[in-house]
């Protein structure tokens, strides 16, 4: 509890690590942050079901299964999806022609992309997803998001879908967090300088 809100970090349902952060506004307003591995949606479906079911904003800090698979899982789930609500998806991804040619995660990508298409059509959902604005301040009921940086940097090329990473400046109440995410090193040294 910071004044402003909560801040929930939930631990992985595997021994892998994963990001999965929930914001709780001091009037119930919910924003989450990644989310974890496929195996973690059942979990956090739940608990985002308990905390309302509305999610204002789900931030996904880049294009890797380990901080979007719970939300890729969450929709093969119609039943339980369908009782989720959530009001705004963002998240700032290279194009999927340049993310397939990376080596990393290209068929979890290309499949939560098919995610979008037809799985939400399923569910007879629509959930407006926007990019992120650099410097952009997205405020949800007292808690400010700040977008530190693009997806278009110097860094893609070093450490290429991490290279990728939004981070997060939030600041809530008389707290200001940095959610980094998996920045590169670089891109670290960048942010920290």
């Not at 068929?107 to 939560?112: A, G, L, V, Y």
Request: proline share 2%; hydrophobic share 40%.
């Amino acid at each position: 509890d910071f004044g402003g809100g909560k801040m929930y970090c939930f631990a992985g349902r595997s021994a892998s690590q994963m990001l999965s952060t929930v914001f709780v506004s001091k009037n119930g307003h919910v924003a989450v942050v990644d989310g974890g591995w496929l195996c973690d949606g059942p979990f956090l479906l739940e608990k985002l079901i308990e905390l309302g079911g509305k999610v204002d904003y789900w931030f996904i800090t880049h294009a890797h299964n380990d901080h979007y698979g719970a939300l890729s899982d969450m929709m093969t789930k119609e039943d339980r999806f369908r009782r989720l609500e959530i009001r705004q998806l963002v998240f700032s991804f290279p194009s999927l022609e340049w993310l397939m040619k990376s080596k990393e995660g290209s068929e979890n990508m290309r499949k939560f992309h098919a995610d979008f298409h037809n799985r939400l059509a399923t569910v007879g959902k629509r959930i407006p997803r926007r990019r992120y604005v650099l410097g952009e301040k997205i405020e949800m009921d007292g808690i400010v998001f700040e977008v530190l940086n693009d997806c278009v940097t110097d860094f893609i090329d070093n450490d290429p879908i991490n290279g990728t990473t939004i981070c997060l400046g939030v600041n809530m109440g008389n707290r200001r967090i940095l959610v980094t995410g998996d920045v590169s090193t670089n891109e670290g040294h960048w942010l920290t300088d």
